[in-house]
T-cell receptor, first 111, second 116 residues
Framework: ETGVTQTPRHLVMGMTNKKSLKCEQH?????MYWYKQSAKKPLELMFV???????ENNSVPSRFSPECPNSSHLFLHLHTLQPEDSALYLC??????????FGPGTRLTVL | AQSVTQLDSQVPVFEEAPVELRCNYS??????LFWYVQYPNQGLQLLLK??????LVKGINGFEAEFNKSQTSFHLRKPSVHISDTAEYFC??????????????FGGGTRLMVKP
């Protein structure tokens, strides 16, 4: 695998479910990001990890919980989501201060 | 804080015609500027970036953009488009003084629709 990978590519969940999104980067980067892409809205930065420490949390609801166990992996744990959380969730990675490389995204549908 | 405005949500154009996608930004600090492209069911791919130096930047797939500091613009251009250029295009900025990753602020996107 090369670049940034995300699994699953598609996810359908109920509002009471707990699920996790996974992102893995094979580029040797030291910063990773979660974005939310909704229809009709600009890409929203959710979380930033640099050197495995969270450095940015853009007022994201607590039903989204990120985890960065090492510089290559990033998770987004989901629980008690709302239908308006349905979106494409994009992961990206970079060297600190460098350009970001994006994964293909996970299309999330909350019923 | 930064903000990015892409004035056109959709731009229809015929194949082999020139195209310009507009981007204006607002920032109280100096910024880096980027254009990304997103093909259907894919993530974002970097087209080009302006960090410093020449204000005319050339990117992949024949695209170029010009940074205009006085007009706070970074418009994307291509002299002759192909059907395969049909995609969503995003302009983004990040503050230059940032040691904790590249904090990108994106515009709303412009859907380029190339017609035969």
């Amino acid at each position: 695998e090369t670049g940034v990978t995300q699994t699953p590519r598609h996810l359908v969940m109920g509002m009471t479910n707990k699920k996790s999104l996974k992102c893995e980067q094979h580029l040797g980067h030291n910063a990773m990001y979660w974005y939310k892409q909704s229809a009709k809205k600009p890409l929203e930065l959710m979380f930033v990890y640099s050197l495995e420490e969270r450095v940015e949390n853009n007022s994201v609801p607590s039903r989204f919980s990120p985890e960065c166990p090492n510089s290559s992996h990033l998770f987004l744990h989901l629980h008690t989501l709302q239908p308006e959380d349905s979106a494409l969730y994009l992961c990206a990675s970079s060297y600190t201060g460098g350009e970001q490389f994006f994964g293909p995204g996970t299309r999330l549908t909350v019923l | 804080a930064q903000s990015v405005t892409q004035l056109d949500s959709q731009v229809p154009v015929f194949e082999e015609a020139p195209v310009e996608l507009r981007c204006n930004y607002s920032s109280s600090v100096s910024v880096y500027l980027f254009w990304y492209v997103q093909y259907p069911n894919q993530g974002l791919q970097l087209l080009l970036k302006y960090l410093s130096g020449s204000t005319l930047v050339k990117g992949i797939n024949g695209f170029e953009a010009e940074f205009n500091k006085s007009q706070t613009s970074f418009h994307l251009r291509k002299p002759s488009v192909h059907i395969s250029d049909t995609a969503e295009y995003f302009c983004a900025v990040s503050p230059q003084a940032n040691n904790a990753g590249n904090m990108l602020t994106f515009g709303g996107g412009t859907r380029l629709m190339v017609k035969p």
